[in-house]
């Protein structure tokens, strides 16, 4: 069994109005030390697959064609191997 | 300067629809090794604190007050310091 992490991030050259949007209530809140808020999604997988490499070809398969649009986001992930 | 990654999950207890309509695309796309997926966010923050004690301090303040609802999420972090 593997846990993968999913990090999806907007690529820098996209607007991103959620982030701008939580970065003035941040500085509404007397936070005045935030530059910059980005938004991006976390998504947590729990995958059965046989082995390390099969598991991370899957992750990166389904990063490509449902999880991020790489048109305008990057993606990066993690896996880790949990007991069975 | 810092960079501050805040990942906020739903708390095991709560059910996450959005997880479970990307679970069963994922499986009707043939990604059969899929037994469970969880969206979360990722919230990335460009802090100008004066040390990391304090910035450590701020992002736990941010997560309590505005970025995570801890009635349903849960929050971490990780800080890093970055050049000027």
Redo the contacts between chains.
Sequence with gaps: ?FNAKV???LKKSIADPQ?NA?KE??LA?K?D?????????????????KNAAE?EK?VR??CE???ANTVIEDYTYDILEVGP
């Excluded at 030390?33 to 059965?48: Q, T």
């Design positions: 069994m990090y999806i991030t982030g939580m209530a941040l809140m936070y030390g935030v530059k910059d808020v980005r938004m991006g999604k976390l998504i947590e997988i729990k995958l059965e697959n598991a899957r398969d389904m064609t449902l999880l």
